[in-house]
Nanobody, 123 residues
């Protein structure tokens, strides 16, 4: 079992930055690939970024490529999402997710989810 808790969301102006964190419980943190997804009001949940178990492979949605960076610190049981050059269309609830397989872009591949953290970008 893995429990995930996101933090770091908030209100920021367009062009600003935020860093999201996802703290995980359990001794097997390094066994799980991690992903970030987001869901805006009235829209389906969408993939944002993912990182492999060892942190050597990362994947990004085209909409955030070059602006967001996913990373993980297995010693701290934490995965991060650094978000720069934020845009109003990045406004959403951001969710952290974990699975025992390889990092993927499909939400259905993830077994564990956090409760989410709100990110609001004002224009």
């Amino acid at each position: 079992q893995v429990q995930l808790v996101e933090s770091g969301g908030g209100l920021v102006q367009a062009g600003g930055s935020l860093r999201l964190s996802c703290a995980a419980s359990g001794r097997t943190f390094s066994m799980y690939a991690k992903g970030w997804f987001r869901q805006a009001p009235g829209k389906e949940r969408e993939f944002v970024a993912a990182v492999s178990r060892g942190g050597t492979s990362t994947y990004y949605a085209d909409s955030v490529k070059g602006r967001f960076t996913i990373s993980r610190d297995n010693a701290k049981n934490t995965v991060y999402l650094q978000m720069n050059s934020l845009k109003p269309e990045d406004t959403a609830v951001y969710y952290c997710a974990a699975n025992l397989m390889v990092a993927t872009t499909k939400s259905s591949d993830y077994d564990y989810w956090g409760h989410g953290t709100q990110v609001t970008v004002s224009s």
